[in-house]
């Protein structure tokens, strides 16, 4: 079955930078698009992105287009996500989410990663 | 890109039907058919529940519907059980590989 496990909770302080994994398993992973989707203490979702697993190309949202990068390693069906210059406002939930073959749906979503910047 | 519009709030008693609304604009949730719905426990990861406008994954109880017109789409649970208390999001597509999700609902069962 399908699998997305990402690491466990880390803390940064104001101006580090953080790099998350997404682990994929139970698919041919450079068939599907992975999103990451971030969630705010007692927020809603807010959409950061996606990479096309196959090619490695990426979109990103407008708000974090000079922060992001997302990159993806085939050998390892491994999707990253780093995230620089953070800030108190980046403390959130960071989920990867695997877009369905076909497109527009978000089907698969990994456990989460909290992240916490914090001096 | 604005996050779609839903109520903070919605609840039910046992066995009625609550319905959620998802509003946007015609660049996102009137322009494609492509607006999901997510349930969110406590602690979980977001789950699919609707996808496509009216598509029910596998395992999603028919309790569930979807719905849009013009540039909003709607979430109904029918028969309203305990299990169904959790937030809500609706997302939708937005052109150019890009996606929005909606403010979220919390769903009460009185």
Redesign the interface.
Same mark, same amino acid.
Do not use: P
């Given at each position: 079955q399908v699998q997305l496990v990402q690491s466990g909770a880390e803390v940064k302080k104001p101006g580090a930078s953080v790099n998350l994994p997404c682990k994929a398993s139970g698919y041919t992973f450079t068939l599907y698009?992975m999103?990451w &989707?971030r969630q705010t203490p007692g927020q809603?979702? $807010?959409?950061m992105g996606?990479i096309n697993t196959r090619g490695g190309t990426t979109?990103f949202?407008?708000n974090f287009q000079d922060r992001v990068t997302m990159t993806r390693d085939t050998s390892t069906s491994t999707v990253y996500m780093e995230l620089i210059s953070l800030r108190s406002e980046d403390t959130a939930i960071y989920?990867c989410a695997r877009e369905?073959i076909v #497109? #527009? &749906?978000? $089907?698969n979503? #990994?456990? #989460?990663t909290l992240v916490t910047v914090s001096s | 890109q604005s996050a779609l519009t839903q109520p903070p709030s919605a609840s039910g008693s046992p066995g009625q039907s609550v319905t959620i609304s998802c509003t946007g604009t015609s660049s996102d949730v009137g322009g494609y058919n492509y607006v999901s719905w997510f349930q969110q426990y406590p602690g979980q990861a977001p789950k699919l529940v609707i996808s496509e406008v009216t598509k029910r994954p596998s395992g999603v109880p028919d309790r569930f519907s979807g719905s849009k017109s013009g540039n909003t789409a709607s979430l109904t649970v029918s028969g309203l059980q305990a299990e169904d208390e959790a937030d809500y999001y609706c997302s939708s597509y937005a052109g150019s590989n890009n996606y929005v999700f909606g403010t979220g609902t919390k769903v009460t069962v009185l």
């Open positions: 698009y999103h &989707v809603g979702l $807010e959409w996606m979109i949202a407008q989920y369905n #497109g #527009g &749906v978000l $089907e979503w #990994g456990q #989460g | -």
